[in-house]
């Protein structure tokens, strides 16, 4: 199962890829699809990167999210998420940004994931899931970037936890 979600940022690439790519570990902080995340010290950096991966506390459950390609310079990387579950036999996802003009940036995600064949029954629910997960993650990072603040979202699943 393959699907794409963009969304317009309004800021600099620079501004988003610092938030997005260079401070990878600390999705936590901003996104409300992610309770809490830390730097996985124990991965080798890949390629520049400032981390190999992290660890994200999730409504999903516990993931390891690990790079498998990090370009600085193009603005783009990719990961693998390491986790055990019945639905998956793997997820990769690649993300990139990407300048309209000096003030406005796309963001792209792009989520590929291989299903079991209890996943291939439930495609069409997790579809739905996964989606509205990157597109709240998408919309929390504009938020954050164009604010300087968590989003309201992030705040409120910030207190049920």
Known sequence: MEFSKKIIVNAPADKVWDILGKDFANIGTWSSAVFKSVANDALPSVNNSAVGGRYCDTSFGKISEEFIAY?????????????????????????????????????????????????????????MMLGKAVDSILADLKYYVENGKPSPAKVASQKKN
């Open 71 to 127: 370009d600085d310079d193009k603005k783009t990387f990719s990961f693998k998420g390491v986790f055990s579950s019945k639905m998956f036999h793997s997820v990769v996802n690649s993300t990139g940004v990407t300048a309209i003009n000096d003030n406005k940036t796309e963001v792209h995600f792009g989520p590929n994931i291989k299903l079991s064949f209890i996943g291939m029954l439930m495609s069409p629910m997790i579809r």
